[in-house]
Nanobody, 115 residues
Framework: QVQLVESGGGLVQAGGSLRLSCASS????????VGWYRQAPGKQRVLVAT???????SYADGVQGRFTISRDSAKNTVYLQMNSLKPEDTAVYYC?????????WGQGTQVTVSS
């Protein structure tokens, strides 16, 4: 098992930036993929970005070029740097860890972008 704790959400104006953090209770080298997902009110949870055990990253089309996922293995923490935020980025952001076929989720952190 792994515990994930997200932080860094908040209220920001359009065009602003936020950095989300996902602290893992296990070393990142034991996790196949860490991903950030988001869920807007009334919508399904969708994938935003991932980073795998070797450092490879991927992004959803709508955030490519604005968001950057990174990891600090020494701190067992994965970050999501979000720049040029838009009102449509408003959602609860969740951290996910996949270990073999098992998925683990954090509690989520609210991001609200005002226009």
């Amino acid at each position: 098992q792994v515990q994930l704790v997200e932080s860094g959400g908040g209220l920001v104006q359009a065009g602003g930036s936020l950095r989300l953090s996902c602290a893992s209770s296990k070393t990142l080298f034991s996790i196949n993929v860490v991903g950030w997902y988001r869920q807007a009110p009334g919508k399904q949870r969708v994938l935003v970005a991932t980073v795998n055990y070797s450092g490879g990253t991927s992004y959803a089309d709508g955030v490519q070029g604005r968001f950057t996922i990174s990891r600090d293995s020494a701190k067992n923490t994965v970050y999501l740097q979000m720049n040029s935020l838009k009102p449509e980025d408003t959602a609860v952001y969740y951290c996910n860890a996949r270990i073999r076929q098992n998925d683990y989720w954090g509690q989520g952190t609210q991001v609200t972008v005002s226009s």
